[in-house]
């Protein structure tokens, strides 16, 4: 896949600005897998991501009506139920931070199965909206981020706010 993108540089400013200019295209030609994630506030549930760049589209989760105005509907809600029968069971799915890392270069990519965009989602589901909603979870993802060591989540034993 091509990237494409455009930057502006003010030649009157060189040398002075190239530095800057130089290491922002570099930042940019590298980060083509950028996603920006749509949550519930009352849940804090992804409720869907788009590619980070000019007019991408939404990609937001089949409901019973649409949330995001002129986004694509993916073929699938985004139940736990739904998810684990299109990819994997929860406690089969790794987590950690290439997992993470790994799961959005997969939507970047805009995959056609359902089955790699929700074992994806399932990864970004549980590392941030049940990060966001239980401080056990997110310590644990922040620890394993440091090391890039993998965790698991129990799916046991979880309150909201403990």
Same mark, same amino acid.
């Given at each position: 896949?091509? @990237? !494409? =993108?455009?930057?502006? =540089?003010? @030649? !009157? #400013?060189?040398?002075?600005?190239?530095?800057?200019?130089?290491? %922002?295209?570099?930042?940019?030609?590298?980060?083509?897998?950028?996603?920006?994630? &749509?949550?519930?506030?009352?849940?804090?549930?992804? *409720?869907?991501?788009?590619?980070?760049?000019?007019?991408?589209?939404?990609? +937001? =989760?089949?409901?019973? =009506?649409?949330?995001?105005? $002129? %986004?694509?509907?993916?073929?699938?809600? $985004? $139940?736990?139920?739904?998810?684990?029968?299109?990819?994997?069971?929860?406690?089969? *799915?790794?987590?950690?931070? +290439?997992?993470? /890392? $790994?799961?959005?270069?997969?939507?970047?990519?805009?995959?056609?199965?359902?089955? +790699?965009?929700?074992?994806?989602?399932?990864?970004?589901?549980?590392?941030?909206? !049940?990060?966001? &909603?239980?401080?056990?979870?997110?310590? /644990?993802?922040?620890?394993?981020? &440091?090391? &890039? #060591? @993998?965790?698991?989540? +129990?799916?046991?034993?979880?309150?909201?706010?403990?």
């Amino acid at each position: 896949m091509v @990237v !494409e =993108f455009t930057k502006t =540089f003010n @030649v !009157e #400013s060189y040398p002075k600005d190239y530095k800057s200019f130089i290491e %922002s295209l570099r930042h940019q030609a590298r980060d083509a897998s950028s996603l920006r994630l &749509r949550f519930r506030r009352d849940s804090l549930y992804l *409720i869907a991501y788009q590619k980070e760049g000019e007019n991408e589209q939404w990609n +937001e =989760f089949k409901g019973e =009506f649409q949330v995001v105005p $002129g %986004s694509k509907v993916l073929r699938f809600d $985004g $139940g736990y139920d739904t998810l684990t029968n299109l990819a994997k069971r929860r406690d089969e *799915i790794k987590l950690g931070r +290439e997992n993470l /890392k $790994g799961a959005v270069h997969t939507l970047a990519k805009n995959p056609e199965s359902d089955k +790699e965009k929700a074992h994806a989602l399932l990864i970004i589901i549980q590392m941030t909206s !049940e990060s966001m &909603r239980f401080k056990e979870i997110c310590n /644990k993802g922040c620890a394993t981020s &440091r090391s &890039r #060591s @993998v965790f698991e989540i +129990e799916n046991t034993n979880y309150r909201p706010g403990s």
